[in-house]
């Protein structure tokens, strides 16, 4: 079993910065790729970024691309996920999520696809 669990959330000012991290414990070895979601009130699911475990290979949503950076400690088992120019319609709960070693991509696009996740964190941008 693999265990997962942001930090980093918060109120931020519109045009603001923050960290996300997602510390990963238990049986890590067996995570390909972790993937980051949020969800705004009312709305669905949506992922944003995913780093490949296997060859630190990065995706962007085309809502945080050219504003977020993902990466991992490696010593630490944490991914992080930088943002920067923060805007209202960034408010939401951010989740990290696993998607274990198997057939197919590391990096899938569907939430179902992955399979563990954290408790999330609430991310509020405001003035």
């Known amino acids: 079993q693999v265990q997962l669990v942001e930090s980093g959330g918060g109120l931020v000012e519109p045009g603001g910065s923050l960290r996300l991290s997602c510390a990963a414990s238990?049986?890590?070895?067996?995570?390909?790729?972790i993937g980051w979601f949020r969800q705004a009130p009312g709305k669905e699911r949506e992922g944003i970024s995913c780093?490949?475990?296997?060859?630190?290979?990065?995706y962007y949503s085309d809502s945080v691309k050219g504003r977020a950076t993902i990466f991992r400690d490696l010593h630490k088992n944490i991914v992080t996920l930088e943002m920067n120019n923060l805007k209202p319609n960034d408010t939401a709960v951010y989740f990290c999520?696993?998607?274990?070693?198997?057939?197919?991509?590391?990096?899938?696009?569907?939430?179902?696809?992955?399979?563990?996740w954290g408790p999330g964190t609430q991310v509020t941008v405001s003035s």
């Open positions: 999520a696993g998607r274990a070693a198997r057939y197919g991509s590391v990096c899938p696009k569907k939430e179902l696809d992955y399979d563990y």
């Open positions: 780093l490949s475990l296997r060859d630190e290979s990065a």
């Open positions: 238990g049986h890590t070895l067996a995570l390909a790729g």
